[in-house]
């Protein structure tokens, strides 16, 4: 996961060139990247620590979001799998009862 990897660092020049990265993958206007680009250069290491902390916890919640999504997606794609199988045993017992009736 991302998050992990994001948590890990610990390098004040790691934190800034991931936290430019970041910004540059937003969807924004250019001119305001730049903006924000340019007060990563004017910040202090508090400064920095505590942009780059929020992104790492915005970014940990998109994560778990994103996976509790797909967990849900799974747990409805096995629900209608075993509700299809369900369907298909009963089918199935049916016609062998059809069949040992009319023997």
């Given at each position: 996961m991302i998050f992990e990897y994001l948590k890990k660092?610990?390098?004040?020049?790691?934190?800034?060139?991931l936290t430019k990265?970041?910004?540059?993958?937003?969807?924004?206007p250019e001119d305001q990247k730049s903006l924000y680009i340019q007060a990563?250069?004017?910040?202090?290491?508090n400064g920095i620590d505590r942009i780059y902390d929020s992104l790492v916890i915005f970014i940990k919640d998109i994560e778990i979001k994103e996976l509790n999504q797909i967990q849900k997606n799974n747990f409805t794609v096995i629900a209608w799998m075993r509700k299809k199988e369900a369907e298909e045993?009963?089918?199935e017992?049916?016609?062998?009862?059809?069949?040992?009736?009319?023997?």
């Open positions: 660092q610990r390098k004040i020049k790691e934190k800034i060139k990265l970041m910004i540059f993958n937003l969807q924004i990563l250069d004017v910040l202090d290491e045993r009963k089918k017992i049916n016609s062998f009862s059809f069949l040992i009736n009319n023997i």
